[in-house]
């Protein structure tokens, strides 16, 4: 045990202002139902993650999964492969802000909107640091094509492997 609980405990911090199942009087969600739906979505691990590692796998690659492709980086890929130095990103279209099928949201938009912009500054940051330090970011969104991606993924790991 580290000292913090077992792997049941709860920890909230004391400014959250809420117990589990409450909701905050400063919460961004507009009501218990949606904070409770919002706090269910996964950062990691998602279908469309799962289902492109899966067919990786399957194609002979190996590959780190939310990790940090530059240590000195608080950010993370879905998939670092370090010897060739590529990283891919599986980009939801509400959350990155998808230039094809984001739709702002009807309730609270003008926080989602605001979300929005900063998770797409942050990606856009994220893949200038990359560059300029030899990294290749593959960014697929949850719409593509699975099949298309893993060839592409694999074509491009296997030629900067290469090189």
């Known amino acids: 045990m580290n000292g913090l609980g077992s792997a049941r405990t709860v920890l909230l911090s004391p400014d959250f202002g809420c117990r589990v199942g409450a909701m905050s009087e400063a919460s961004w969600a507009s009501s218990a139902a949606t904070r409770r739906s919002m706090q269910s979505n996964r950062s990691r691990d998602t279908a469309p993650e799962v289902s492109l590692r899966r067919k990786l796998h399957a194609a002979g690659l190996r590959y780190r999964t939310c990790a940090r492709p530059l240590p000195d980086v608080r950010r993370t890929t879905d998939l670092v492969f370090r010897s060739s130095k590529v990283a891919v990103e599986v980009r939801g279209c509400f959350w ?9 949201p009807v ?11 900063r998770n797409v500054a942050r990606d856009a940051d994220t893949e200038r640091r990359l560059e300029e330090a030899g990294w290749l970011l593959i960014v697929v969104w949850e719409h593509d094509d699975v099949d298309v991606a893993v060839n592409r993924i694999a074509q491009l790991v296997r030629t900067r492997r290469s090189v």
């Open 96 to 104: 990155h802000g998808c230039p094809n099928h984001y739709k702002p």
């Open 107 to 117: 309730t609270n938009d003008s926080y989602w909107a605001a979300k929005a912009a």
